[in-house]
Protein backbone atom coordinates (compact mmCIF):
# COMPACT_ATOMS: atom_id res chain seq x y z
CA UNK A 1 0.00 0.00 0.00
CA UNK A 2 1.11 3.52 -0.58
CA UNK A 3 2.04 6.05 1.83
CA UNK A 4 0.45 9.35 1.64
CA UNK A 5 2.91 10.53 4.15
CA UNK A 6 5.54 12.26 1.61
CA UNK A 7 3.18 14.72 0.50
CA UNK A 8 2.58 16.65 3.44
CA UNK A 9 6.12 18.74 3.10
CA UNK A 10 5.00 19.53 -0.64
CA UNK A 11 1.61 20.70 0.37
CA UNK A 12 2.66 23.18 2.73
CA UNK A 13 5.75 24.18 0.71
CA UNK A 14 2.96 25.41 -1.91
CA UNK A 15 1.28 27.16 0.54
CA UNK A 16 4.31 28.70 2.24
CA UNK A 17 5.29 29.94 -1.61
CA UNK A 18 1.81 31.37 -2.19
CA UNK A 19 1.81 33.12 1.10
CA UNK A 20 5.19 34.69 0.55
CA UNK A 21 4.54 35.52 -3.46
CA UNK A 22 0.94 37.32 -1.47
CA UNK A 23 2.81 39.07 0.68
CA UNK A 24 5.90 40.44 -1.38
CA UNK A 25 2.83 41.35 -3.99
CA UNK A 26 1.21 43.46 -1.20
CA UNK A 27 4.88 44.90 -0.69
CA UNK A 28 5.51 45.94 -4.12
CA UNK A 29 2.00 47.12 -4.78
CA UNK A 30 0.83 48.97 -0.79
CA UNK A 31 -2.02 50.57 -0.69
CA UNK A 32 -3.01 53.47 0.81
CA UNK A 33 -4.44 54.00 3.81
CA UNK A 34 -7.07 56.27 4.79
CA UNK A 35 -5.40 59.00 7.03
CA UNK A 36 -7.00 59.56 10.34
CA UNK A 37 -8.43 63.01 11.69
CA UNK A 38 -7.22 63.64 14.80
CA UNK A 39 -8.77 66.14 17.27
CA UNK A 40 -12.09 67.93 16.56
CA UNK A 41 -13.25 68.97 13.59
CA UNK A 42 -15.03 72.85 12.78
CA UNK A 43 -17.77 72.69 10.29
CA UNK A 44 -18.28 75.75 8.36
CA UNK A 45 -21.82 77.07 7.67
CA UNK A 46 -22.19 79.21 4.68
CA UNK A 47 -24.49 82.47 4.29
CA UNK A 48 -27.31 81.21 3.21
CA UNK A 49 -27.04 78.29 6.05
CA UNK A 50 -26.98 80.83 8.31
CA UNK A 51 -29.66 83.08 6.87
CA UNK A 52 -32.39 79.96 6.78
CA UNK A 53 -31.74 79.82 10.30
CA UNK A 54 -32.31 82.90 11.65
CA UNK A 55 -35.35 83.74 9.78
CA UNK A 56 -36.25 80.25 10.83
CA UNK A 57 -36.04 80.99 14.46
CA UNK A 58 -37.47 84.32 13.96
CA UNK A 59 -40.67 82.82 12.29
CA UNK A 60 -41.11 80.53 15.35
CA UNK A 61 -40.63 82.95 17.59
CA UNK A 62 -43.30 84.75 16.30
CA UNK A 63 -45.90 81.78 16.09
CA UNK A 64 -44.52 80.85 19.62
CA UNK A 65 -45.14 84.00 21.11
CA UNK A 66 -48.42 84.49 19.72
CA UNK A 67 -49.61 81.16 20.83
CA UNK A 68 -48.36 81.93 24.22
CA UNK A 69 -50.67 84.65 24.51
CA UNK A 70 -53.63 82.83 22.94
CA UNK A 71 -53.17 80.51 25.97
CA UNK A 72 -54.04 82.92 28.46
CA UNK A 73 -57.19 84.67 26.33
CA UNK A 74 -58.40 86.73 29.53
CA UNK A 75 -55.08 88.12 30.52
CA UNK A 76 -54.44 88.58 26.64
CA UNK A 77 -57.78 90.49 26.38
CA UNK A 78 -57.35 92.79 28.78
CA UNK A 79 -54.03 94.44 28.31
CA UNK A 80 -54.83 94.52 24.58
CA UNK A 81 -58.19 96.58 25.95
CA UNK A 82 -55.93 98.76 28.37
CA UNK A 83 -53.56 99.29 25.31
CA UNK A 84 -56.17 100.49 23.21
CA UNK A 85 -57.99 102.87 25.46
CA UNK A 86 -54.55 104.22 25.43
CA UNK A 87 -54.60 104.39 21.85
CA UNK A 88 -57.60 105.56 21.03
CA UNK A 89 -58.18 108.63 23.27
CA UNK A 90 -56.06 110.78 21.05
CA UNK A 91 -56.88 108.86 17.74
CA UNK A 92 -60.48 109.86 18.48
CA UNK A 93 -58.81 113.59 19.36
CA UNK A 94 -57.23 113.34 15.71
CA UNK A 95 -60.16 112.49 13.97
CA UNK A 96 -62.21 115.30 15.78
CA UNK A 97 -59.58 117.67 14.47
CA UNK A 98 -59.77 116.27 10.52
CA UNK A 99 -63.78 117.27 11.07
CA UNK A 100 -62.85 120.80 12.46
CA UNK A 101 -60.53 121.14 9.36
CA UNK A 102 -63.85 120.20 7.37
CA UNK A 103 -65.83 122.47 9.16
CA UNK A 104 -63.27 125.25 8.45
CA UNK A 105 -63.61 124.70 4.51
CA UNK A 106 -67.06 125.15 4.63
CA UNK A 107 -66.76 128.41 6.64
CA UNK A 108 -64.45 129.05 4.18
CA UNK A 109 -67.16 132.08 2.71
CA UNK A 110 -67.24 133.37 5.90
CA UNK A 111 -63.77 134.68 5.26
CA UNK A 112 -65.13 136.45 2.01
CA UNK A 113 -62.94 140.30 2.14
CA UNK A 114 -65.21 143.14 0.76
CA UNK A 115 -63.66 145.55 -1.65
CA UNK A 116 -65.78 148.78 -1.72
CA UNK A 117 -65.13 150.44 -5.21
CA UNK A 118 -65.42 154.32 -5.45
CA UNK A 119 -68.02 156.05 -6.92
CA UNK A 120 -66.60 157.39 -10.48
CA UNK A 121 -65.35 154.09 -10.97
CA UNK A 122 -67.91 152.33 -14.45
CA UNK A 123 -68.79 148.91 -14.66
CA UNK A 124 -65.87 148.64 -17.52
CA UNK A 125 -63.01 149.37 -15.10
CA UNK A 126 -64.28 147.57 -12.38
CA UNK A 127 -64.77 144.44 -14.80
CA UNK A 128 -61.00 145.30 -15.34
CA UNK A 129 -60.21 145.04 -10.83
CA UNK A 130 -62.05 142.05 -10.66
CA UNK A 131 -59.95 140.36 -13.47
CA UNK A 132 -56.60 141.19 -12.18
CA UNK A 133 -57.97 140.10 -8.37
CA UNK A 134 -59.00 136.88 -10.13
CA UNK A 135 -55.66 136.09 -11.45
CA UNK A 136 -53.79 136.46 -7.80
CA UNK A 137 -52.41 132.97 -6.85
CA UNK A 138 -54.01 133.51 -3.48
CA UNK A 139 -57.21 134.44 -4.68
CA UNK A 140 -60.25 131.75 -5.16
CA UNK A 141 -62.59 133.86 -6.92
CA UNK A 142 -64.02 136.96 -7.02
CA UNK A 143 -67.24 138.25 -8.04
CA UNK A 144 -68.38 142.12 -9.24
CA UNK A 145 -71.98 142.93 -7.37
CA UNK A 146 -72.89 146.39 -9.40
CA UNK A 147 -74.30 149.20 -7.52
CA UNK A 148 -77.70 148.45 -9.21
CA UNK A 149 -77.71 144.60 -8.02
CA UNK A 150 -76.48 145.63 -4.55
CA UNK A 151 -79.66 147.97 -4.33
CA UNK A 152 -82.09 144.99 -5.26
CA UNK A 153 -80.64 142.68 -2.69
CA UNK A 154 -80.79 145.07 -0.13
CA UNK A 155 -84.26 145.78 -0.78
CA UNK A 156 -84.96 141.84 -0.75
CA UNK A 157 -82.61 141.12 2.47
CA UNK A 158 -83.05 144.46 4.35
CA UNK A 159 -86.80 144.93 4.66
CA UNK A 160 -86.91 148.42 4.15
CA UNK A 161 -87.58 148.03 0.42
CA UNK A 162 -90.04 150.57 0.73
CA UNK A 163 -88.04 152.93 2.27
CA UNK A 164 -85.26 152.46 -0.39
CA UNK A 165 -87.44 153.30 -3.25
CA UNK A 166 -88.24 156.64 -2.44
CA UNK A 167 -84.25 157.39 -2.59
CA UNK A 168 -83.55 159.64 -5.07
CA UNK A 169 -80.18 158.17 -6.41
CA UNK A 170 -78.65 154.92 -5.61
CA UNK A 171 -76.32 155.37 -2.19
CA UNK A 172 -74.28 151.71 -2.87
CA UNK A 173 -71.38 151.54 -4.25
CA UNK A 174 -69.87 148.56 -6.31
CA UNK A 175 -68.67 145.67 -4.45
CA UNK A 176 -66.07 142.91 -5.28
CA UNK A 177 -66.45 139.81 -3.18
CA UNK A 178 -63.35 138.22 -3.06
CA UNK A 179 -63.01 134.24 -1.44
CA UNK A 180 -59.07 133.59 -0.79
CA UNK A 181 -57.81 130.01 -1.24
CA UNK A 182 -57.91 127.94 2.16
CA UNK A 183 -53.87 127.64 2.38
CA UNK A 184 -54.09 131.17 2.54
CA UNK A 185 -56.88 131.75 4.70
CA UNK A 186 -54.29 132.76 7.29
CA UNK A 187 -54.35 136.28 9.57
CA UNK A 188 -51.32 137.14 8.32
CA UNK A 189 -52.16 136.42 4.33
CA UNK A 190 -55.05 137.95 4.89
CA UNK A 191 -53.94 141.00 6.36
CA UNK A 192 -51.29 141.41 3.29
CA UNK A 193 -53.98 141.01 0.52
CA UNK A 194 -56.18 143.49 1.96
CA UNK A 195 -52.87 145.95 2.02
CA UNK A 196 -52.52 144.98 -1.42
CA UNK A 197 -56.23 146.08 -2.13
CA UNK A 198 -55.89 149.73 -0.53
CA UNK A 199 -53.43 150.62 -2.78
CA UNK A 200 -55.54 150.38 -5.56
CA UNK A 201 -56.47 153.43 -7.16
CA UNK A 202 -60.27 152.18 -7.79
CA UNK A 203 -60.64 150.97 -4.56
CA UNK A 204 -62.54 153.45 -1.50
CA UNK A 205 -62.46 150.76 1.34
CA UNK A 206 -61.49 147.07 1.83
CA UNK A 207 -63.50 145.58 5.14
CA UNK A 208 -62.34 142.06 6.54
CA UNK A 209 -63.56 140.65 9.63
CA UNK A 210 -59.97 139.29 10.95
CA UNK A 211 -61.57 138.42 14.79
CA UNK A 212 -63.07 134.93 13.83
CA UNK A 213 -60.62 133.85 11.94
CA UNK A 214 -57.54 134.34 14.71
CA UNK A 215 -59.76 132.87 17.04
CA UNK A 216 -60.63 129.54 15.00
CA UNK A 217 -56.81 129.34 14.28
CA UNK A 218 -55.53 130.07 17.95
CA UNK A 219 -57.78 127.38 18.98
CA UNK A 220 -56.55 125.87 16.66
CA UNK A 221 -53.08 125.81 17.95
CA UNK A 222 -54.05 125.07 21.64
CA UNK A 223 -55.71 121.88 20.74
CA UNK A 224 -52.89 120.76 18.21
CA UNK A 225 -51.04 120.86 21.71
CA UNK A 226 -53.16 119.41 24.06
CA UNK A 227 -53.35 116.40 21.37
CA UNK A 228 -49.79 116.31 20.98
CA UNK A 229 -49.18 116.28 24.75
CA UNK A 230 -51.77 113.80 25.87
CA UNK A 231 -50.36 111.45 23.00
CA UNK A 232 -47.39 111.60 24.76
CA UNK A 233 -48.66 110.77 27.86
CA UNK A 234 -51.06 107.91 26.41
CA UNK A 235 -48.33 106.79 24.07
CA UNK A 236 -45.66 106.87 27.63
CA UNK A 237 -48.49 105.04 29.75
CA UNK A 238 -48.33 102.14 26.43
CA UNK A 239 -44.89 101.50 26.92
CA UNK A 240 -45.23 101.11 30.58
CA UNK A 241 -47.83 98.65 30.66
CA UNK A 242 -46.45 96.59 27.51
CA UNK A 243 -43.05 96.71 29.23
CA UNK A 244 -44.13 95.38 32.56
CA UNK A 245 -46.27 92.87 30.86
CA UNK A 246 -42.70 91.67 29.63
CA UNK A 247 -40.88 91.87 32.41
CA UNK A 248 -43.55 89.63 34.32
CA UNK A 249 -43.19 87.16 30.77
CA UNK A 250 -39.29 87.45 31.94
CA UNK A 251 -39.77 86.85 35.43
CA UNK A 252 -41.66 83.59 34.70
CA UNK A 253 -39.36 81.80 31.77
CA UNK A 254 -36.06 82.71 34.03
CA UNK A 255 -35.04 79.49 34.19
CA UNK A 256 -35.18 78.96 30.35
CA UNK A 257 -33.49 82.01 30.29
CA UNK A 258 -30.69 80.45 32.33
CA UNK A 259 -30.33 76.96 30.42
CA UNK A 260 -30.34 78.67 27.31
CA UNK A 261 -27.38 81.12 28.04
CA UNK A 262 -25.51 77.90 29.76
CA UNK A 263 -25.61 75.94 26.50
CA UNK A 264 -24.28 79.14 24.64
CA UNK A 265 -27.44 80.66 23.45
CA UNK A 266 -26.83 84.62 22.87
CA UNK A 267 -29.03 87.76 24.07
CA UNK A 268 -30.49 87.84 20.61
CA UNK A 269 -31.54 84.70 20.79
CA UNK A 270 -32.97 85.12 24.09
CA UNK A 271 -34.63 88.30 23.17
CA UNK A 272 -36.58 88.12 20.20
CA UNK A 273 -39.52 85.82 21.96
CA UNK A 274 -40.20 88.59 23.77
CA UNK A 275 -40.03 91.46 21.35
CA UNK A 276 -42.65 89.83 19.56
CA UNK A 277 -44.71 89.14 22.29
CA UNK A 278 -44.57 92.92 22.59
CA UNK A 279 -45.30 93.53 18.98
CA UNK A 280 -48.25 91.41 19.10
CA UNK A 281 -49.48 93.30 22.27
CA UNK A 282 -49.15 96.51 20.16
CA UNK A 283 -50.91 95.24 17.00
CA UNK A 284 -53.26 93.61 19.15
CA UNK A 285 -54.36 97.24 20.64
CA UNK A 286 -54.07 98.30 17.64
CA UNK A 287 -57.07 96.73 16.04
CA UNK A 288 -58.92 96.44 19.53
CA UNK A 289 -59.24 100.69 19.25
CA UNK A 290 -59.96 100.51 15.61
CA UNK A 291 -62.75 99.12 15.61
CA UNK A 292 -63.58 100.98 19.63
CA UNK A 293 -62.95 104.27 16.93
CA UNK A 294 -65.39 102.71 14.02
CA UNK A 295 -68.06 101.46 16.59
CA UNK A 296 -68.12 105.53 18.53
CA UNK A 297 -67.94 107.45 14.90
CA UNK A 298 -70.89 105.04 13.49
CA UNK A 299 -72.43 105.76 16.85
CA UNK A 300 -72.31 109.68 16.34
CA UNK A 301 -73.14 110.05 12.82
CA UNK A 302 -76.45 110.31 12.93
CA UNK A 303 -77.23 112.48 15.77
CA UNK A 304 -74.38 115.01 14.25
CA UNK A 305 -75.99 114.73 10.59
CA UNK A 306 -79.14 115.54 12.40
CA UNK A 307 -78.06 118.34 14.25
CA UNK A 308 -76.11 119.90 10.85
CA UNK A 309 -79.59 119.41 8.74
CA UNK A 310 -81.00 121.76 11.31
CA UNK A 311 -78.36 124.44 10.44
CA UNK A 312 -78.81 123.52 6.50
CA UNK A 313 -75.22 122.52 6.60
CA UNK A 314 -74.54 119.27 4.53
CA UNK A 315 -71.34 118.47 7.55
CA UNK A 316 -71.28 114.43 7.93
CA UNK A 317 -68.96 113.39 10.54
CA UNK A 318 -66.26 111.38 9.31
CA UNK A 319 -64.06 108.44 11.33
CA UNK A 320 -60.80 106.85 10.42
CA UNK A 321 -60.80 105.47 6.81
CA UNK A 322 -58.81 102.14 5.80
CA UNK A 323 -55.18 103.88 5.32
CA UNK A 324 -55.19 105.68 8.77
CA UNK A 325 -56.52 102.60 10.46
CA UNK A 326 -53.75 100.54 8.79
CA UNK A 327 -51.30 103.51 10.16
CA UNK A 328 -52.96 103.06 14.09
CA UNK A 329 -52.51 99.43 14.02
CA UNK A 330 -48.71 99.68 12.80
CA UNK A 331 -47.92 102.53 15.17
CA UNK A 332 -49.13 100.84 17.75
CA UNK A 333 -47.14 97.44 17.14
CA UNK A 334 -44.11 99.44 17.06
CA UNK A 335 -44.90 101.38 20.18
CA UNK A 336 -45.30 98.11 21.76
CA UNK A 337 -42.09 96.64 20.32
CA UNK A 338 -39.87 100.11 21.47
CA UNK A 339 -41.54 98.90 24.88
CA UNK A 340 -40.56 95.16 25.02
CA UNK A 341 -37.24 96.11 23.66
CA UNK A 342 -36.54 98.57 26.79
CA UNK A 343 -38.05 96.18 29.17
CA UNK A 344 -35.86 92.96 27.36
CA UNK A 345 -32.25 95.29 27.90
CA UNK A 346 -33.52 96.19 31.33
CA UNK A 347 -33.87 92.91 32.49
CA UNK A 348 -32.29 90.22 30.33
CA UNK A 349 -29.29 91.83 31.34
CA UNK A 350 -29.81 91.55 34.82
CA UNK A 351 -29.71 87.18 34.75
CA UNK A 352 -26.74 85.36 34.13
CA UNK A 353 -25.63 82.15 34.90
CA UNK A 354 -23.16 81.62 37.78
Known amino acids: MKSNRPQKPERRNRMGASQ ?7 QR ?52 LVIAIAIALPAALFVVFSNLQQ ?25 ELRGRIAQRPDVLDARYISPEQALIEFKQNSGLGELASHLDENPLPGVIMITPKMQQNTPQALAD ?54 RMAIENRRDEILVVKLVGGTDAYVRRPFLYTGLWFGVGGGIVAAVL ?3 GF ?22 LGFIESIQLILLAGFTGLIGAWIAVARH ?6 R
Open 20 to 26: MSRTERQ
Open 29 to 80: NPRPEPARVQGAVQSQMSWRDKFDAWSAHHSNSAIESLLRMLETPLQSAMTW
Open 103 to 127: IGQAWQDSSQVSVFLKKEAGASQAQ
Open 193 to 246: LQQTLVAEPLVADVRLDMLWVKRLHQFIAIAERFVTALAGLLALGVLLVIGNTI
Open 293 to 295: LAL
Open 298 to 319: WWLAAPVAQLADLYQSSFRLQG
Open 348 to 353: LYQIQP
